[in-house]
């Protein structure tokens, strides 16, 4: 199992422009997550899904938009790049929220917008 | 909205020095608690995750975190650490259906 990928891994983008990045999970994970990670903040909820087609919005939803179209893969696009959005961006999955069921991490999108 | 302290925010020990990195959350209701690792470069890896049972719980490579609810707390413990430790350490609460709220994360910087 390669688990949860992403892709690109690095990007850079002028303000303004547009980007999708691309989580992919082979584990059958029903949940799936973006977050961002940025210097003394930890990493912050942007958008999740409970299951395929669905999505919902987490706790720094501006500026982005994501899809669910199938199961396994999980997209967060950039309509218009801002320098606020410079950050490392990691996918997460997961089976539905059980006993203690973790998530597990891909290896993150390190995207810089000037 | 619950919230996650981690109150050190970069930690400095010598090799075989023992480890205590702080982990308070802000929720009254059940939770499910986790301690995550990022080694430099990599994406995170869980250490260990308490959800019921046992409040003290051990993880891999000798870590342990011991849950307290009446201080709301889910500290992480090592009694020697190596300098393969050397990361960032997040703390992260789950509560109903909600993903996971992270605290801003401890690096911990071992030397040999």
């Known amino acids: 199992n390669a688990g949860v990928t992403q892709t690109p891994k690095f990007r850079v983008l002028k303000t303004g422009q547009s980007m999708t990045l691309l989580c992919a999970q082979d584990?059958?994970?029903?949940?799936m997550y973006w977050y961002r990670q940025d210097p003394g903040m930890g990493l912050r909820l942007i958008h999740y899904s409970v299951g395929e087609g669905t999505t919902a919005k987490g706790e720094v939803p501006d500026g982005y938009n994501v899809s669910r179209l199938k199961k396994q893969n999980f997209l967060l696009g950039l309509e218009s790049a801002a320098p606020s959005q410079t950050s490392v961006y990691f996918c997460?999955?997961?089976?539905?929220?059980?006993?203690?069921?973790?998530?597990?991490f891909g290896p993150g999108t390190r995207l810089t917008v000037t | 909205a619950q919230s996650v302290s981690q109150h050190n925010h970069h930690v400095i020990l010598s090799e075989a020095a023992s480890l205590e990195l702080g982990c308070n959350y802000s929720y009254g209701g059940t939770v499910n608690l986790f301690w995550y690792v990022q080694y430099p470069g990599q994406h995170l890896q869980l250490l260990l995750k308490?959800?019921?049972?046992?409040?003290l719980v051990k993880g891999i490579k000798g870590f342990e975190a011991e849950f307290i609810k009446s201080k709301f707390s889910f500290n992480l413990r090592k009694p020697s650490v190596q300098w393969s430790d050397t990361a960032e350490y997040f703390c992260a609460v789950r509560t109903g259906r909600r993903a996971l709220t992270f605290g801003s994360g401890t690096r911990l910087q071992v030397q040999p």
């Open positions: 584990m059958n994970h029903e949940y």
């Open positions: 997460a999955s997961s089976y539905p929220n059980g006993v203690g069921n973790e998530q597990y």
């Open positions: 308490y959800f019921s049972g046992d409040p």
